[in-house]
């Protein structure tokens, strides 16, 4: 996604507007529970296109991933 928003240099709101218009199965569902938490909560909707981002890597990029991706990172040659 970050590849097509830098080729259309999208504002950060349009960034995240667009990926929650794409959002499908699933990953809309929890979307959409992510911002019935934080409205019942009292707390401000995530608006920006990073913030979104983090939050839906927390769900779907498991952190045995991301560490096995931090270390063929530090082993290129």
């Given at each position: 996604?970050?590849?097509?928003?830098?080729?259309?240099?999208?504002?950060?709101?349009?960034?995240?507007?667009?990926?929650?218009?794409?959002?499908i199965?699933?990953?809309?569902?929890?979307?959409?529970?992510?911002?019935?938490c934080l409205?019942?909560?009292g707390?401000?909707?995530?608006?920006?296109?990073?913030?979104?981002k983090?939050?839906?890597?927390e769900?779907y990029?498991?952190?045995?991933?991301?560490?096995?991706?931090?270390?063929?990172?530090?082993?290129?040659?």
């Open positions: 996604m970050d590849r097509f928003y830098e080729w259309h240099n999208l504002s950060d709101n349009r960034k995240f507007r667009f990926a929650k218009m794409m959002l199965g699933e990953a809309k569902i929890y979307w959409r529970d992510v911002e019935d409205e019942m909560r707390k401000p909707l995530i608006t920006d296109w990073i913030k979104m983090q939050k839906l890597q769900k990029l498991p952190q045995s991933y991301r560490n096995k991706l931090l270390d063929q990172w530090n082993n290129l040659r």
